[in-house]
């Protein structure tokens, strides 16, 4: 089992920067990826970034914008975000993926909020 709790989100005005952070606990060796998600309501789910054995790779919306990292010390991922704009308003879920005997897990945390606007 893992555990992960987001924190980081809140209100920022158009252009402006947040981290958001993912603390992991449990199964920490077990996990093959690490990645970001949001949802607006009325919408998908969609990948913002994503890292795994030392690749990353982002949605095409981020635009060199947002940065995915990983402090092992601290059993953390971020997620760097700049040049925030209203449209990157939505809930942000941190995801952790295992694989065993083939079978893909997903762990979710609770989603923080993040509001772009004036």
């Known amino acids: 089992q893992v555990q992960l709790v987001e924190s980081g989100g809140g209100l920022v005005q158009p252009g402006g920067s947040l981290r958001l952070s993912c603390t992991v606990s449990g199964s920490i060796f077990s996990i093959n990826a690490m990645a970001w998600y949001r949802q607006v309501p009325g919408k998908q789910r969609e990948l913002v970034a994503a890292?795994?054995?030392?690749?990353?790779n982002y949605g095409d919306f981020v635009k060199g914008r947002f940065t995915i990292y990983r402090d092992n010390a601290k059993n953390t991922v971020y997620l760097q975000m700049n040049s925030l704009k209203p449209e990157d308003t939505a809930v942000y879920y941190c995801?952790?993926?295992?694989?065993?005997?083939?079978?893909?897990?997903?762990?979710w945390g609770q989603g923080t909020q993040v509001t772009v606007s004036s």
């Open positions: 890292t795994s054995g030392g690749t990353t």
């Open positions: 995801n952790a993926v295992t694989i065993r005997s083939f079978v893909r897990y997903d762990y």
